[in-house]
C-alpha cells in the first residue's frame, strides 16, 4: 500500500458527500485518522458508501465542530470562504487543505506511477476502465475516479502497488486554490480524451481552459507519455510543445492508432484498430459507443505501455461492468429498457444517443433530458444542443433544474429547445414538471423502446421512481 510519513491524527472534510471528497474520506480513515465531516445534504450515492466504512454525515455546517484539536481541515471546493466551518478553521488557525493537495501528500507523492485521465469527456469511464484492466492484470492500482466502478465496491482503492490511477478534473480545487485540480497530481502517463467549452460558472472562454490544460502539458516530465485523442483540434495545437512522447488515438487517418472498424453488439462491440506500422488488430470490450471505442483505445495503450499483454487487456475489457449513471441500465418494464446517463454536454449527448441508437437499432429511442449543470442551465449551447438529439426518436427536456437563480436572457429555453428539435422532424416536449415526465415515459412501457435519462442529479426522485417499476 502507498504510504507517506504523515502521523494521523482527527481530520474534518466540509462538504464530505462530494464523489472524490467521500472517497478521500474513506481512504483517510484506512490510514488510521479519525475522519469527520459535514455536508448540506445526506446525498446519494457516497452517503450509502460512508456509512458503510461508519463515517457520519454532520447536516449542515456549523462553526463549533471546528476545533483546536483537528490536525486537518479538508475544504471541498462547495465551501465558500463565507462558510461557518471554513471561518472558524481559518480564526483558529488550524491546516486547511484542498483535496487535491492531501492526495497529493498522503497518497500520490509515493507512487512511482500516476495515471491521470483528463478531458472534457469520457475521463470517467476512461480512468475506470483503466483502474480495472490493471487490477485484472494483477497490478492492484490505487486509484480515485469521480464515478462508482461496478467492478469494484467503491470509487477508490488503497492498492498494495506503486501505481495510482486518478480521474484529472479541470474544475478549481478550493476558494483558496483556483488552480485545476490535475495541477496537483504531477502524473506520469497522461490520457487526454478531448477538450471542449464547459464548466462556464468558472471559465470565460475556451481559452481559460485551453490554459489549464496547457500547464499540464508544459509539466510532463520528460520521462513521461501523454495518450492523446487525435480528433481534437484544441489538443493537437497544445501537443505541439509537449516536453515528452506523445501517442495518439482515434478516427482520423492522422493517428498514431486509428480506429478503422466498429460492430456494435448489444453487450459490447469489436475494434479494429491499426497502428502505426500499418498493422491491423482487434478487440472486444463489453463497453459501447464509438466514444467509448476511443475511451478503450487509450487505455489499451496505456496498459501497453505498462508491459501488460494483450491477451490478458482484452480478457479484462471484456469484463468490465461499467460506471454507475454511465449508460446504466436501471430498470425494464414490460417492453421497456429504461438507462440513466450523465450526457449534459451537447458533445456528450450526442454521442450518447448515436451509441445508444446503432446498438439498439430495434428499439425506439425515447431521450429524456434534465438541464443540471452550470453549462447546460444556461443559452450558451442552445442551438448546439437542438442538434445533439438528432439519434433520438422523440424527445422529453425538463424545466431548467433551479432555473430561477438564472437570469431570463441567459437560461436556457427549454420551449425554445423543444420546438428546436420538433422542427428536425423529432417529436419533442418541454415538460412542466418531473410528474409529467414520468407518466409520459411511462405510459408506452409496451412498446419497444430503450428510454435514456440524462441528468448529472437525482432528477427529483424520477430515477429511484423508474428503479421502483
Known amino acids: 500500500m502507498i504510504s507517506n510519513n504523515t502521523t494521523p491524527g482527527r481530520v474534518h472534510l466540509i462538504g464530505i ?11 483517510l480513515q484506512q490510514r488510521g485518522w479519525l475522519v469527520s465531516g459535514s455536508d448540506m445534504g445526506n446525498y446519494p450515492p457516497m452517503n450509502a458508501v460512508l456509512a458503510q466504512h461508519h463515517i457520519g454525515i454532520m447536516a449542515g455546517y456549523q462553526a463549533e ?13 462547495v465551501a465558500a470562504r463565507e462558510n461557518p466551518e471554513v471561518q472558524q478553521a481559518l480564526s483558529l488557525g488550524l491546516n486547511c487543505r484542498s483535496l487535491p493537495e492531501i492526495l497529493w501528500s498522503e497518497f500520490l507523492q509515493e507512487a512511482s506511477v500516476r495515471v491521470v485521465a483528463a478531458g472534457t469527456h469520457g475521463k470517467t469511464t476512461t ?5 480495472w484492466v490493471l487490477q485484472a492484470a494483477g497490478l492492484e492500482p490505487s486509484f480515485l475516479i469521480g464515478g462508482l466502478v461496478n467492478n469494484f465496491s467503491a470509487n477508490f482503492q488503497l492498492g498494495s502497488g506503486s501505481l495510482f490511477v486518478l480521474e484529472g478534473d479541470e474544475y ?12 496537483h497530481y504531477h502524473p506520469s502517463h497522461l490520457l487526454l480524451t478531448g477538450l471542449e467549452m464547459d464548466h462556464v460558472d468558472i471559465f470565460n472562454d475556451i481559452g481559460e481552459i485551453e490554459a489549464e490544460f496547457q500547464q499540464l502539458i508544459s509539466g510532463m516530465p520528460t520521462d513521461g507519455i ?20 506523445v501517442v495518439t488515438y482515434g478516427s482520423v487517418v492522422s493517428a498514431d492508432y486509428q480506429l478503422v472498424g466498429f460492430e456494435p453488439g448489444e453487450t459490447g462491440s469489436r475494434l479494429t484498430i491499426q497502428g502505426n506500422d500499418n498493422r491491423s488488430f482487434t478487440l472486444s470490450t463489453a463497453t459501447i459507443g464509438r466514444h467509448n471505442a476511443e475511451n478503450v483505445m487509450a487505455v489499451y495503450l ?21 460506471v454507475k449513471r454511465r449508460q446504466e441500465i436501471i430498470a425494464r418494464s414490460a417492453q421497456s429498457i429504461y438507462i440513466s446517463d450523465f450526457a449534459h454536454h451537447p458533445t456528450a449527448i450526442d454521442k450518447t444517443l448515436q451509441a445508444l441508437a446503432e446498438h439498439y437499432p430495434q428499439r425506439k429511442l425515447f431521450a429524456v433530458f434534465e438541464p443540471r449543470t452550470a453549462t447546460s442551465r444556461q443559452a450558451l449551447f442552445q442551438d448546439e444542443l437542438a442538434a445533439a438529439f438528432g439519434a433520438a426518436d ?14 431570463e436572457d441567459q437560461r436556457l429555453d427549454t420551449a425554445q429547445l423543444a420546438a428546436d428539435i420538433s422542427a428536425r422532424g423529432i417529436p419533442a416536449v418541454a415538460a412542466a414538471n418531473v ?8 405510459s408506452r412501457s409496451n412498446e419497444l423502446q430503450l428510454v435514456v435519462i440524462m441528468s448529472t442529479g437525482d432528477f427529483g426522485g424520477l430515477f429511484d421512481r423508474i428503479q421502483e417499476l
Do not use: W
Open 302 to 322: 496505456l496498459a501497453r505501455q505498462l508491459g501488460v499483454a494483450r491477451e490478458m487487456i482484452e480478457k479484462a475489457l471484456t469484463s468490465f461492468s461499467g
Open 226 to 245: 501523454i495518450i492523446a485523442a487525435a480528433d481534437s483540434q484544441c489538443l493537437a495545437r497544445l501537443l505541439q510543445d509537449s516536453p515528452c512522447p
Open 172 to 183: 478549481n480545487a478550493a476558494f483558496f486554490d483556483r488552480r485545476a485540480k490535475f495541477h
Open 394 to 407: 422523440e424527445v422529453i427536456i425538463a424545466p431548467v433544474y433551479r432555473g430561477e437563480t438564472i437570469g
Open 17 to 27: 458527500c462530494g464523489t472524490a471528497m467521500a472517497a478521500l474520506a474513506c481512504m
Open 127 to 131: 480512468a475506470s476502465l483503466a483502474a
Open 65 to 77: 465542530r471546528i476545533t483546536p484539536d483537528l490536525q486537518l481541515v479538508v475544504v471541498g471546493n
Open 435 to 442: 410528474e409529467d415526465i414520468f407518466a409520459r415515459i411511462t
